[in-house]
Nanobody, 127 residues
């Protein structure tokens, strides 16, 4: 089992930065890929960024490439999402999630690949 708790959301002006953190508990954190999803009002949940269990592979949605960086610290059981040059369209609830398959080599890119979810943290970018 993996339990996830996000933090770091808030209100920021366009062009600003935020760093989201997701602290995990459970013995299998380091063996699971992790993803950051977001859901804006009236829109479907979408994968923003993901990282393999080893940290060696990452995935970014096209709209955030060059602005967001996902990383993980297995010693701290934490995954991060550094968000720079934020835009109003980045406004959403951000969720972290853990891959349901341990030791998957590839980066999981579908919502159905993830079994464990945090409660979410709100990010609001004002124009």
């Amino acid at each position: 089992q993996v339990q996830l708790v996000e933090s770091g959301g808030g209100l920021v002006q366009a062009g600003g930065s935020l760093r989201l953190s997701c602290a995990a508990s459970g013995p299998t954190f380091s063996s699971r890929g992790l993803g950051w999803f977001r859901q804006a009002p009236g829109k479907e949940r979408e994968l923003v960024a993901a990282i393999s269990y080893s940290g060696g592979r990452t995935y970014y949605q096209d709209s955030v490439k060059g602005r967001f960086t996902i990383s993980r610290d297995n010693a701290k059981n934490t995954v991060y999402l550094q968000m720079n040059s934020l835009k109003p369209e980045d406004t959403a609830v951000y969720y972290c999630a853990a891959d349901r398959i341990p030791l998957r080599v590839a980066v999981a890119q579908r919502g159905g690949d993830y079994d464990y979810w945090g409660q979410g943290t709100q990010v609001t970018v004002s124009s």
